[in-house]
């Protein structure tokens, strides 16, 4: 069939040109953001004159016939037809006739697909919000359960101090909070349309931007039309703020790939989310958490691609630009498998309270509390550590932990040392000493955990 800008052409196009060119094979996505862009298209022509009141019922018949076609996937895409804005204009056109042909009257496909890719950025980043508060409460509930239980806190990978299971989780809530406000934030900017805006310069009919803003949802209109069309800061944001939420998800994976080891045994993900050897009968593998892990690759890598296209680009559209989908969409589906998984299967994983409380029981931990302890006898902090260090140092030599020493023993090394020392050494009041703001004790984190609360509500209200 016969192409939509063939009037100008003399030969055929190449067929892998058309291939090597067209877009259908990934922008079919889009199909349903296109057909809503042209029915408020189609609404704002007539309601400012440009076209009969006839012509846009009879247009919009058509659109939603078509749009049934490719719901019920009966729609055939056709690659001599370049991508999903053309094959949906030449199904119109052959469904209602030429009057088809006023569709597209006061716009082009820059602005069209800009559009399109608007529509489909809002709808997803809304979901992702609330997919991310899924992973939210799954966390919350986790820590309700555990602000009591005490694990080894790490720094460099080595046991540092005591935390609260609920503390420790409850940072991955503080991280996805504030990856929700990004996306809600970024919200402002991608809810914006560049329709209207022509291929660059405008239109010579006397359209009204506003009028198919306010039909399509949109808060605002781009005031500059090659600004509009050139624009794809919004897929950039977008593909940004995915890479940070995916590299929250894959460090709280890698938590979670370490505390399932024989080694660590903190937790037990559920069978069902776990998967097994084919030739290691014992095993149990947590492939989700190792898939998320490595997906976290391809959406920085789909980052990079999209800077390193828009870099060189003069105003206003360039067919590079069409490179903006597979990435944006890749990252979509990403996003989505990762979220929907992570939140039941950390609703579903067993916390190991005892093999935790078992860690803190044999190691040094509890080391800045005794030399707290002595700074508050009079010892200034640098003379204590000195003096800690030398005691932890005697322990690992006699193969003892701070609670195995005899109160003589302690007094050897410094007769400021009294009976009181022993309680205060547990892992627990360890922990429980922790009560500055943002600390570890319980009675902090129940804090926290009211003022997340409140958080997750407040987000209800804006979205
Ligand atoms: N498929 C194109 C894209 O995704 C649509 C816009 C084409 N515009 C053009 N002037 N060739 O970028």
Known sequence: MSKLWGGRFTKQTNKLVEEYTASIQFDKELAEEDIEGSLAHVQMLSECGVITKNDKEEI?????????????????????????????????????????????????????????????????????????????????????????????????????????????????????????????DSLKRSNMMPLGAGALAGTTFPIDRHRSAELL?????????????????????????????????????????????????????????????????????????????????????????????????????????????????????????????????????????ENMKQAV????????????YLVNKGMTFRESHEMIGKIVLHCIQQNKYLLDLSLDEYKQFSTLFEEDVFEILKPYNVMNARKSYGGTSPEQIQNQLDLAKKHLKLVEKIT
């Open 217 to 353: 949802g949109f808060d605002s209109v781009y005031p500059n039309s090659m600004d509009a069309v050139s624009d794809r800061d919004f897929i950039l944001e977008f593909l940004s703020n995915a890479s940070m939420l995916m590299m929250h998800m894959s460090r709280l994976s890698e938590e979670l790939v370490i505390w399932s080891s024989q080694e660590f045994q903190f937790i037990e993900l559920d069978d069902s989310f776990c998967t097994g050897s084919s030739i290691m009968p014992q095993k149990k593998n947590p492939d989700v958490p190792e898939l998320l892990r490595a997906k976290t690759g391809r959406v920085y890598g789909n980052l990079f691609s999209l800077l390193t296209v828009l870099k060189g680009l003069p105003l206003a559209y360039n067919k590079d630009m069409q490179e903006d989908k597979e990435g944006m969409f890749d990252t979509a589906k990403t996003l989505d498998g990762a979220l929907q998984l992570l939140a039941p299967m950390i609703a579903t994983m067993t916390v190991k309270k």
């Open 361 to 372: 029981n044999e190691d040094y931990s509890n080391a800045t509390d005794i030399a707290d």
């Open 60 to 184: 919009k018949r058509g659109l939603n016939v078509v749009l049934e076609k490719i719901q019920s996937g009966e729609f055939e895409y056709d690659v001599s037809h370049e991508d999903i804005h053309m094959n949906i204009e030449k199904a119109l056109i052959e469904e209602i006739g030429p009057v088809g042909g006023k569709l597209h009257t006061g716009r082009s496909r820059n602005d069209q697909v800009a559009t399109d890719m608007h529509m489909y950025l809002v709808k997803k980043v809304k979901q992702f919000i609330a997919h991310i508060e899924l992973v939210q409460e799954a966390i919350l509930t986790q820590a309700e359960e555990h602000l009591e239980t005490v694990l080894p806190g790490y720094t460099h990978l080595q046991r540092a101090q005591p935390v609260s299971f609920a503390h420790h989780i409850l940072a991955y809530f503080w991280m996805f909070e504030r990856d929700k406000e990004r996306f809600q």
